[in-house]
């Protein structure tokens, strides 16, 4: 199998193929011992138009966030893992320190969703029914998804869907997101009524909007 020279490649004791595009347009691939080179070969052919939309979204897009291999991204911000393998599955957020202790296992991106999903569930179970309270909408239902395009929706029922992996962007950027879904529970269409309902309530969305742009692929 013949690679690029912007790849590389690590054989480790895990699961899954893990691939990784960073901003010096470097592809890694993290593949377990048993992986052969004609697996991985056509792993990295299903894999070709994502690699090659994250190369070119760091040739030409916004600087991306800073995050180290030793790091995570929550709620906008780089938190360092620190492993202890004494934690088991037990996972401690210091977020004034940003830090993120937990289990060995946490070391795989595979085992961090769960963790995600929580605080996701979380965070959201208490902002979504605070900032409605506070602009007087009303929701019918709640639910987290795991999406790769869509941030929210909001269905004729009232219900609203948030995509978990918003718990890793900026609180400026959820919140411009939940507003967005809880307008369309007055509006179902992206009219100049809606438009002008969320600059009313949200006053840096277009930052939100440009940072999604920007970023929403690191997600």
Known sequence: ?????????IYKNVRHVNIRVNRMQQ????APLHCTGEILD??????EKWIQ?????FRTGKPPIAIAEDELLYRGSAFRIDIQDELGGIVAVDEAGRIVRAGKSFRSPHYRYPWYRREAEAYFRTRVPGL??????????LTMRRQKT???SCSKQKSISLNIRLIKAPMFVIDYVILHELVHTE???HSKAFWSRVKSICHDYSDAIQWLKD???EL
């Not at 939309?53 to 979204?57: A, D």
């Open 42 to 47: 056509g792993i990295l052919k299903k894999k």
């Open 27 to 30: 592809v890694r691939v993290v």
């Open 53 to 57: 939309k994250h190369l070119q979204h």
């Open 150 to 152: 869509r941030w929210g």
């Open 132 to 141: 409605a309270a506070k602009h007087g909408f009303y929701f019918k239902k």
């Open 1 to 9: 199998m013949q690679l690029p020279e912007n790849y590389s490649v």
């Open 215 to 217: 970023h929403g692929s």
């Open 187 to 189: 509006f179902m269409n």
